[in-house]
């Protein structure tokens, strides 16, 4: 019960915040064709802005576990790349297609990891956290851009679409993050707390836009998409990910920041992402809103399963 409670708290802001949204709709306040002009701001401003701070605010000196970075990252790689196959055998809708592969591998590390972990282990060093997220979030970013450029119809160049991914805003704005970490870069007091009040606008305005977009209507004819890409993300996927990681000794923080990464729920940048770059944003939308429902009951089992087995 306390797990499940830990979860819960982390995800019911995520509700409260789509719920204004929905209100705010219903009140007339934002028009759902509003949505698409702000969808731009979050997507060319603030995300790009959330993602440099993120990687900058991060310590290296103290909490970098080379094993960690390594699995995390080839652990991506191949969620991404079953979601990959399984997006190209099974929606043939371009469209659709790039936001299933989107919904099944990138996950909400960054708005409901953070909580999970540092409820499981209070006490442990969340910089671990950090840094992973610094190493894993980037690369969700870029997969993502790679997937939606891919999947949007145009027909391009290699080079041109190489050359789209890196004018990319998030891609733009990690590697500005990753850039000031390694050299150094101290900001001025007053510009860094510019920046981070800057980032914080980010997720709350996307789960805003989200609520402001989403209809009860928009689940007619989804149902079959829905279900599998909740399975895939919240039980298919984190089951592979985390088992892998028992097998090869991760315990303790490293485990619990692991969980965080994989078993967690499709992340809401999707839907901004999907919205900008010609994907199906309704589905993208639900997408987001089915796998955070769903969260709270199949990360609580996965918190129980791994506790129990005394995994942190």
Known sequence: MENFLICFNAILPVFLMLGVGVLARHAGIIRETEVPRMN?????????IMCFYNIYASDLSSSVRPALMLYSVLAVLGVYLFSWLLGRLFVKELPQRGVVIQGLYRSNFLILGFPVVTSLLPNGDAGVVAVLAAVVVPLFNILAVLTLESCSGEKRSRGTLLLDCLKNPLV???????????????????????????????????????GAFFRFSSFRGQGARLVSVCLGRLVVFPALAL??????????????????????????????????????????????????????????????LFKSLGMY
């Open 40 to 48: 731009a701001v979050a997507f060319k401003v603030f995300m790009p």
């Open 172 to 210: 733009l704005g990690s590697a500005a993050g990753v850039l000031a970490l390694l050299v150094g870069l101290k900001l001025p007091a007053g510009v860094e707390h510019a920046v981070r009040d800057l980032s914080r606008v980010a997720s709350p305005l996307m789960l805003f836009l989200l």
């Open 243 to 304: 088992t892998g990681a028992a097998l090869l000794g991760f315990r303790g923080m490293e485990f619990a920041a692991l969980l965080a990464a994989f078993a967690s729920p499709t992340a809401v940048a999707s839907f901004t992402m999907a919205e900008q770059m010609g994907g199906d944003a309704e589905l993208a939308g639900n997408i987001v809103v089915m796998t955070s429902l769903f969260c709270s009951l199949t990360m609580f089992l996965w918190c129980y």
